[in-house]
């Protein structure tokens, strides 16, 4: 399985941007993906995902702000952010569940998003 992920870059506080991700391999509908991300100094943290059944869990820090989608017939994943704030910035890195552990085993290389006050 490999994961490529796009669409990061600089913005100012209050704008927004809109992250891609694609996987191929053995990807199934069943497998759930997610967006983590992680600043300098900081541990690595969930920010979204999509459950293998399709239910959407969001960080607390970006509800109502970040939006996740996913293109089943393209094995895309998205992550629209709006009114975002300097403390989003962060490498933000796609994540694949392994059908068979249930742990996310596959990972992007990570897209760098950084705002501006």
């Known amino acids: 399985v490999q994961v490529a992920e796009s669409g990061g870059g600089l913005v100012q506080a209050g704008g927004s941007l809109r992250l891609s991700c694609v996987a191929s391999?053995?990807?199934?509908?069943?497998?759930?993906m997610a967006w983590y991300r992680q600043a300098p100094g900081e541990e690595r943290e969930l920010v979204a995902r999509?459950?293998?059944?399709?239910?959407?869990h969001y960080a607390y820090s970006v509800r109502g702000r970040f939006t996740i989608s996913r293109d089943y017939d393209k094995n895309a994943l998205y992550l629209q952010m709006n009114s975002l704030k300097p403390e989003d910035t962060a490498m933000y890195y796609c994540?694949?569940?392994?059908?068979?552990?249930?742990?996310?085993?596959?990972w992007g290389q990570g897209t760098q998003v950084t705002v501006s006050s």
């Open positions: 391999g053995s990807i199934f509908s069943t497998n759930g």
């Open positions: 999509i459950h293998r059944g399709g239910t959407r």
């Open positions: 994540a694949v569940e392994d059908g068979t552990s249930g742990e996310y085993s596959y």
